[in-house]
């Protein structure tokens, strides 16, 4: 099994930055994309960002310019770095990773536990 593990969520004013990081552990074979998706009361689940393991990237469209995402293959880590932050982005991130687990044929979706992103006008 894989599991993924997030931190750096947090209260900030607008006009901030806050740092979002996620590390996958377990028995892992292979990533392959990784990224964060947000949701926000009463809304449905989007794709902010997603980074595959050559390192290309794809952002929602509200987010580019302002928020860049990264990852550590080496550390199984994924990153996302979000400036000039507006209340908007007001909403709960979720870590996701496509894995192949040790021993097993195929790849499953993996999700963090989500961390609160709160952003004040």
């Known amino acids: 099994q894989v599991q993924l593990v997030e931190s750096g969520g947090g209260l900030v004013q607008a006009g901030g930055s806050l740092r979002l990081s996620c590390t996958a552990s377990?028995?892992?074979?292979?990533?392959?994309?990784m990224g964060w998706y947000r949701q926000a009361p009463g809304k449905q689940r989007e794709l902010v960002a997603a980074?595959?393991?050559?390192?290309?990237?794809n952002y929602k469209d509200s987010v580019k310019g302002r928020f860049t995402i990264s990852r550590d293959n080496a550390k199984n880590t994924v990153y996302l770095e979000m400036n000039s932050l507006k209340p908007e982005d007001t909403a709960v991130y979720y870590c996701?990773?496509?894995?192949?687990?040790?021993?097993?044929?195929?790849?499953?979706?993996?999700w963090g536990q989500g961390t609160q992103v709160t952003v004040s006008s």
């Open positions: 377990g028995s892992i074979f292979r990533i392959n994309n």
């Open positions: 996701h990773c496509s894995a192949q687990p040790m021993g097993v044929w195929r790849s499953y979706d993996y």
């Open positions: 980074i595959t393991s050559g390192g290309v990237t």
